[in-house]
T-cell receptor, first 115, second 112 residues
Framework: EPEVTQTPSHQVTQMGQEVILRCVPISNHLYFYWYRQILGQKVEFLVSFYNNEISEKSEIFDDQFSVERPDGSNFTLKIRSTKLEDSAMYFC?????????????FGSGTQLSVL | GDSVTQMEGPVTLSEEAFLTINCTYTATGYPSLFWYVQYPGEGLQLLLKATKADDKGSNKGFEATYRKETTSFHLEKGSVQVSDSAVYFCALQAPTDQKVTFGTGTKLQVIP
């Protein structure tokens, strides 16, 4: 089965630094997502992206966050100035049509640790 | 807003035991309901889903029935295997949303 690939698997950064988390969605998918899970808490939706635009975002996704599809294969999440509370596992996901009930394909996640 | 509550883990079972992981939800309207599974070192994978009341989702011996009257979607398996050891996430999606709302996950450990 095709896979969503995320790099790096672990990222350690200092508070206030910028980080970019990278994802390669499945090649024929058009809808892309970021979710995160703070240790011991729920997996939370951050943002969905289609046709080079954000289509939906949560209240977590404030001005410190941005997403980009810089080329035909990568999908990135940037955190401009990291805070301690940004420490979490970040999951990228994609699907073909963005339809309700459509299966989401997830990557294995990037564990971000902010010190 | 929409939310999902699932039983606390970890759940430890012996091989061939019966599994139930409880999940209840709060949502307006008629959401779709899902169980995702995360094996060690991997991403979340869709295990099964149900899109309307009384639907039963099933896959790999796992089942869950969409119960509108009790707002529940409990995951069951008659005989678990060591290979079922993973974290199981209950989730919902409202008809008009792209976002999926997840529970906290329940870790299952099956011992031989």
């Amino acid at each position: 089965e095709p896979e969503v690939t995320q790099t790096p698997s672990h990222q350690v950064t200092q508070m206030g630094q910028e980080v970019i988390l990278r994802c390669v969605p499945i090649s024929n998918h058009l809808y892309f997502y970021w979710y995160r899970q703070i240790l011991g808490q729920k997996v939370e939706f951050l943002v969905s992206f289609y046709n080079n635009e954000i289509s939906e975002k949560s209240e977590i996704f404030d001005d410190q966050f941005s997403v980009e599809r810089p080329d035909g294969s990568n999908f990135t999440l940037k955190i401009r100035s990291t805070k301690l509370e940004d420490s979490a596992m970040y999951f990228c996901a994609s699907n073909a049509w963005g339809a309700t009930n459509e299966k989401l394909f997830f990557g294995s996640g990037t564990q971000l640790s902010v010190l | 807003g929409d939310s999902v509550t699932q039983m606390e883990g970890p759940v430890t079972l012996s091989e061939e035991a019966f599994l139930t992981i409880n999940c209840t939800y709060t949502a307006t309207g008629y959401p779709s309901l899902f169980w995702y599974v995360q094996y060690p070192g991997e991403g979340l994978q869709l295990l099964l889903k149900a899109t309307k009341a009384d639907d039963k989702g099933s896959n790999k011996g796992f089942e869950a029935t969409y119960r509108k009257e009790t707002t529940s979607f409990h995951l069951e398996k008659g005989s678990v295997q060591v290979s079922d050891s993973a974290v199981y996430f209950c989730a919902l999606q409202a008809p008009t949303d792209q976002k999926v709302t997840f529970g906290t996950g329940t870790k299952l450990q099956v011992i031989p």
